[in-house]
Structures are given as C-alpha cells and as structure tokens.
C-alpha cells in the first residue's frame, strides 16, 4: 500500500530528532572533507590565528595570554580552544573541528525542543532541518572560531528560559534561572556582544512577575561568571 504525502509527512515529523541530527552530521562531514586538503585546513590564516597563539600561549602556562582584559572579540574561547588542544593535540585540528560540529548538533536538538514548546512538532521538524542544511552553519561549524559555541548558549538560554516560564513555583523556577546566570556569563565571556541580551533578559524576568530575589540571584551568578 503507497503511503500519501500527508502519511509521509507525518512519519517524517515522527523521527525529526534523529533523522535531522544524523543528517546534519553527515552534510557536516561531506562539507569538512572537501576542506580537509586545503592549505588553510591545517595553516590557518586571518582570525583564527590570534585565538591559536592564545590557546598555544595558555598550554604553555600563561593564563593571560592577551595581558588584557576583555577587549579582544572573544576572551574566553582561547581556553576552550587551550582544552580541545590538551585532549586532541595541539596541531589536531580535524578532531578539534569536528568536535565544532558535534557541538553544532546539540545546537539542531535544541532548535528542535524550543519549537516543540513554543509551536508544535512540525515547526520543530521543519526548524531543524533548515538549521541543518543552512549553509553559513555548516561552514561555521568546522571553523576555528567561537561562533559555533555561542549560537549553541544562546539557544541554550533561550531553551532554559522556556523551562522557567513552565515551573510555576518560584522554587522550580530558581533551578532554572540560576544556571541561566551561569550559561549568560560564558555567552558574554565567548561573544562580548551578547552583553546586549542581560538587560533584555532582566526586562523579560520582570514581565513575567519572576520574584526580585530569584532575578538577583541569576545576575549575580553572571557578574560571578564573567
């Protein structure tokens, strides 16, 4: 018996998470092997550089590579950077690339979960299947840079801010806005100018009749963080 358009439809939308992950991962792997024999693959050039001699300079024990703080376009990604380095080896940029890629993953599950609580599940599907086709994601995705990160904290903060708004006591609701400070900070210590969002977030906590103490609670988790 042939299936209709509605049926497959549906089926599709039934196995979103799986089939949208796995299909990113290996449209993420066809693009990082037609780069991999490049030049720049393994010598990079540009931007990237400066986050490397950071990282290499913290591996070898100087935890304030910039002798500045917080004036560079991402303060914090050179030690996430120093750690991939530690794990992976320090010139194993096809592991710590592809780490990049795993990481994007989670960012198409998140996707996923925030349109299935704001929308429903064929929003869901059809969110993470344009993330996992959309080209600049790809690229940023197995590049050496911090980008790939902070769009996996934003979507992060926003999935943790639709959790909050469900937990109808304050209790529950400190559980999730506390870590919410925590995740903020890396976020703003990762793309300085997502700053912009702390505001924003303590207007939107207000809206929503958050108690002053649990707001309190989760800015100074941030100051704390950053």
Known sequence: MSLDTAEIRKKLVDIRYPLCIFLALIVRLIYNSQIIHLPLYQYPLGGH????????KILAGDLNPTKRVFTDNSPYYPYLLSVLMLIF???????????????????????????DKKFNSESSFFSMLLYALYGPAIYLSVELIYSVYAVLL??????????????CS????????????????????IMPSSVLIVPLLIIYLKVKKVEIKNITITVLLFFITI
């Open 49 to 56: 550089t400066i986050f490397i001699e950071y990282a290499e």
């Open 170 to 189: 304050e209790a529950n609701k400190i559980r999730t806005y506390a870590p919410l400070g925590i995740i903020l900070g890396i976020l703003v210590g």
């Open 154 to 167: 934003v979507a992060l903060i926003q999935y943790l801010i639709i959790k909050g708004d469900e937990n």
């Open 89 to 115: 080896g320090a010139k194993n940029y096809l592991l710590i690339r592809l780490f990049g890629a795993m990481a994007d993953l989670i960012t198409i599950y998140l996707i996923g979960k925030i349109a």
